[in-house]
């Protein structure tokens, strides 16, 4: 068993990057204040409520259920459902530092890939141990970095009730290489730390082996603003809710275009050859 290096939130952003440059991942100590932790689970409690555990087997696929499984509740398109996610996770200052350092070669703006509570029930199996960024597996791996993926603890995370696990330094392994049981860290923490990863390393969902302790972790992951992302956020967040939101929420969701005409590329993601955001002011949207 090996561990993953702790950081606390306050530390520079270049210690936090240069941590998930050389193992892959870092666990953040302190991401979200007590008060925020608070306020999105009292957000999150009916939500779960209503969660059937494996979604009701309504999955894009049966890859996809079989990756979930029956035992974990779900609530997707978070940035839809909640306000302290939009208002306190989605713009984190960590997340945007360790994006602009991480991603900022490869494109002109990052945004929100995806923003799911996970809440892992007793019996829940290990996920299948996978790389996020290869949901883009077109993507020749000389583009660089295109993904920074987390997992914020809702409640404490345990080696027993599912914490993610990772396989540090795996991120520089031949795509084919897979880790022995030896060479995986467990991602135990408190509520309210996160694990911070890059979409090239090596990870999973845990198993829960416990009898009746639920766990609750957000899966959330930044990419560049060039790719199509897993979760549709246009459709998540309409043009009536994002109009409400800060500039910085509104470019994270993609409702900025992406400019690379500075840096010898084209724009993407216009409305009437403009970005979005004109229209959305002027009500034209
Ligand atoms: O919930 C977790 O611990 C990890 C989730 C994950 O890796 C995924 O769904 O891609
Ligand atoms: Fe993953």
Same mark, same amino acid.
């Given at each position: 068993?090996?561990?993953?290096?702790?950081?606390?939130?306050?530390?520079?952003?270049?210690?936090?990057?240069a941590?998930?440059?050389?193992?892959?991942?870092?666990?953040?100590?302190?991401?979200?204040?007590?008060?925020?932790?608070?306020?999105?689970?009292?957000?999150?409690?009916?939500?779960?409520?209503?969660?059937?555990p494996?979604?009701?087997?309504?999955?894009?696929?049966?890859?996809?259920?079989?990756?979930?499984?029956?035992?974990?509740?779900?609530v997707?398109?978070?940035?839809?459902?909640?306000?302290?996610?939009?208002?306190?996770v989605?713009?984190?200052p960590?997340?945007?530092?360790?994006?602009?350092?991480?991603?900022?070669?490869?494109?002109?703006?990052?945004?929100?890939?995806?923003g799911?509570?996970?809440?892992?029930?007793?019996?829940?199996?290990?996920?299948?141990?996978?790389?996020?960024q290869?949901?883009?597996?077109?993507?020749?791996?000389?583009?660089g970095?295109?993904?920074?993926? %987390?997992?914020? !603890?809702?409640?404490?995370? @345990?080696?027993? /009730?599912?914490?993610? &696990? #990772?396989? +540090?330094?795996?991120?520089?392994?031949?795509?084919?290489r897979?880790?022995?049981?030896?060479?995986?860290?467990?991602?135990?923490?408190?509520?309210?730390?996160?694990?911070?990863?890059?979409?090239?390393?090596?990870?999973?969902?845990?198993?829960?082996?416990?009898?009746?302790?639920?766990?609750?972790?957000?899966?959330? %992951?930044y990419? !560049?603003?060039?790719?199509? @992302?897993?979760e /549709?956020?246009?459709? &998540? #967040?309409? +043009?009536?809710?994002?109009?409400?939101m800060?500039?910085?929420?509104?470019?994270?969701?993609?409702?900025?275009?992406?400019?690379?005409?500075?840096?010898?590329?084209?724009?993407?993601g216009?409305?009437?050859?403009?970005?979005?955001?004109?229209?959305?002011?002027?009500?034209?949207?």
């Open positions: 068993m090996t561990d993953l290096a702790r950081l606390h939130s306050g530390t520079p952003t270049a210690q936090i990057v941590a998930m440059e050389r193992d892959g991942a870092v666990i953040v100590t302190d991401f979200l204040a007590p008060d925020v932790l608070e306020r999105f689970n009292r957000e999150l409690d009916p939500l779960l409520g209503d969660a059937r494996g979604h009701g087997g309504e999955f894009v696929n049966d890859l996809v259920a079989a990756f979930f499984g029956d035992h974990v509740r779900h997707a398109g978070l940035a839809g459902k909640s306000s302290t996610f939009v208002d306190e989605l713009v984190h960590v997340y945007e530092g360790v994006n602009r350092a991480v991603l900022g070669a490869s494109c002109e703006q990052h945004i929100l890939n995806i799911h509570v996970m809440d892992r029930g007793p019996g829940a199996q290990r996920q299948y141990l996978h790389r996020d290869l949901v883009w597996h077109h993507v020749p791996a000389s583009a970095q295109i993904q920074v993926s %987390s997992v914020v !603890a809702l409640n404490d995370f @345990t080696a027993d /009730n599912g914490a993610t &696990v #990772v396989a +540090p330094g795996s991120h520089q392994w031949p795509w084919e897979r880790p022995l049981e030896s060479e995986l860290a467990v991602a135990e923490m408190p509520a309210g730390s996160a694990v911070l990863y890059l979409g090239s390393t090596i990870h999973a969902g845990g198993t829960n082996s416990t009898r009746d302790t639920w766990r609750r972790g957000i899966h959330i %992951s990419c !560049a603003g060039w790719l199509r @992302t897993e /549709n956020q246009y459709l &998540v #967040v309409g +043009p009536d809710r994002v109009r409400t800060s500039t910085h929420a509104r470019t994270l969701l993609g409702y900025t275009a992406h400019d690379g005409t500075a840096t010898g590329g084209g724009y993407l216009t409305v009437e050859l403009a970005g979005p955001e004109r229209l959305l002011d002027t009500g034209g949207l």
